[in-house]
């Protein structure tokens, strides 16, 4: 994914929504600093950078706290999340849905650690954070990113119910320029299709 916000958003805070539901293989929950080696080990990856926009490479500790720190504030249409292995509880990436700009559209942005793609599990966060975004928020429409050389993240993507919308550039600290992207949305409307269509089964 490459859209994620890095500012702090607007404070004017909804009480805390209860963290998504678990699904199969991952659960998400709110990171916390005894995260900080395994999130250190896993995002400091060139190949994970290069795939967002404002990763730095190399991630260093002081950048894995502040990362930390502000996935638990609590600010309106904005979460983020620790994705964990159910079975072990270990951190294995990170999830959010924010503004990356004030009043702007609500992006949603995943990474997972190397060690841990192929395997569906960013596909199972992906469904738990936008089941949530539109369970406890007022949001309408989220939006998604990811670049065009990227066709694990464009399946995360369309497996999530999230339509292609057009081509852009962005930039990327991580991959040290701007670079191609592909942008997609869902709507509101179409995710409660979804899961009606998933429930009728």
Same mark, same amino acid.
């Given at each position: 994914?490459?859209?994620? =916000?890095?500012?702090?958003?607007?404070?004017?805070?909804?009480?805390?929504? #209860?963290? #998504?539901?678990?699904?199969?293989?991952?659960? &998400?929950? +709110? #990171? @916390?600093?005894?995260? &900080? *080696?395994?999130?250190?080990? &896993?995002?400091? /990856?060139?190949? !994970? *950078?290069? /795939?967002? =926009?404002t990763m730095p490479h190399p991630f260093t500790a002081d950048d894995g706290r502040a990362l930390i720190t502000k996935a638990n504030l609590n600010l309106h249409r904005s979460e983020g999340f620790a994705i964990r292995l159910k079975s072990t509880g270990r951190l294995i990436g990170l999830t959010r849905y924010a503004n990356?700009?004030?009043?702007? %559209?609500?992006? $949603?942005?995943?990474?997972?650690?190397? %060690?841990?793609?192929?395997?569906?599990?960013?596909?199972?966060? !992906?469904?738990? &954070?936008?089941?949530?975004?539109?369970?406890y928020t007022d949001i309408e429409e989220?939006?998604?990113?990811? @670049?065009?050389? /990227? #066709?694990?993240?464009? @399946?995360?993507?369309? +497996? =999530?119910?999230?339509?292609? @919308?057009?081509?852009?550039? $962005?930039r990327s600290v991580g991959a040290g320029g701007s670079v191609p992207i592909e942008r997609y949305t869902l709507e509101r409307t179409i995710w409660k299709s979804l899961k009606g269509w998933g429930q009728g089964r």
């Open positions: 994914m490459v859209v994620e =916000s890095d500012g702090l958003l607007d404070e004017s805070s909804l009480a805390a929504a #209860p963290l #998504p539901q678990e699904a199969v293989h991952v659960r &998400l929950d +709110k #990171p @916390r600093m005894d995260d &900080l *080696a395994d999130l250190v080990f &896993l995002a400091n /990856n060139k190949q !994970v *950078a290069a /795939n967002l =926009s990356v700009e004030p009043g702007g %559209p609500v992006h $949603i942005g995943y990474w997972l650690g190397e %060690p841990f793609w192929g395997q569906g599990f960013a596909t199972e966060a !992906v469904h738990a &954070l936008v089941d949530h975004a539109f369970m989220l939006q998604g990113s990811c @670049r065009v050389t /990227n #066709p694990a993240s464009r @399946r995360v993507l369309v +497996k =999530s119910g999230f339509q292609y @919308r057009d081509q852009s550039m $962005i």
